[in-house]
């Protein structure tokens, strides 16, 4: 059961994260507590499950990226841990996860490519097919960038 300093800990967990030399510091004292307390609280949930990642959200056009694309990979259900490992390996590649295929729709792993231009990504994913040794994949491009927003939880708490 998460008690009301937990709440408030996983509130402030979901603000833009301080880009100063002591981060867990700077968050803790916000808090009232101790760095360590947090730090200790912070890998009880993660081995608990309650958090399962944290993460930083690319805005990649502001960082050059103008091209990006949903690879659909075909994947022998064996090979989706192996060609996983491969794929999350390469800088271009910022998602890699695993679906279930649907009768009309037969791809079971997708990657999200980012790039320069459509050809970069076409010419990625071709390496990647070659190295992997898959065939069949489609490229999804995308037209307009939405907004990204993640699951806000406990936002009514005062830090």
């Given at each position: 059961m998460l008690d009301e300093l937990d709440k408030k800990i996983?509130?402030?967990m979901q603000d833009?994260?301080?880009l100063v030399a002591k981060p867990y510091l700077e968050i803790a004292n916000k808090l009232g507590i101790s760095e360590e307390e947090l730090l200790s609280r912070l890998?009880?949930?993660t081995q608990s499950g309650k958090i399962r990642k944290m993460g930083a959200v690319l805005k990649h056009r502001e960082v050059?990226?103008?091209a990006n694309a949903l690879c659909a990979w075909n994947v022998p259900e064996e090979r989706i841990q192996e060609i996983g490992r491969m794929f999350s390996k390469?800088?271009?590649?910022t998602h890699c996860y695993a679906r279930v295929t649907q009768p009309?729709?037969?791809y079971n792993f997708y990657t999200m490519l980012h790039a320069n231009s459509r050809e970069q990504c076409n010419t990625i994913a071709k390496e990647l097919a070659s190295q992997a040794e898959l065939e069949e994949y489609i490229m999804l491009f995308s037209t307009?960038?939405?907004k990204k927003n993640s699951m806000q939880y406990f936002r009514k708490i005062k830090n």
């Open positions: 996983i509130s402030i833009d994260f301080p890998n009880k949930y050059g990226y103008t390469v800088s271009a590649v009309d729709w037969p307009k960038e939405w």
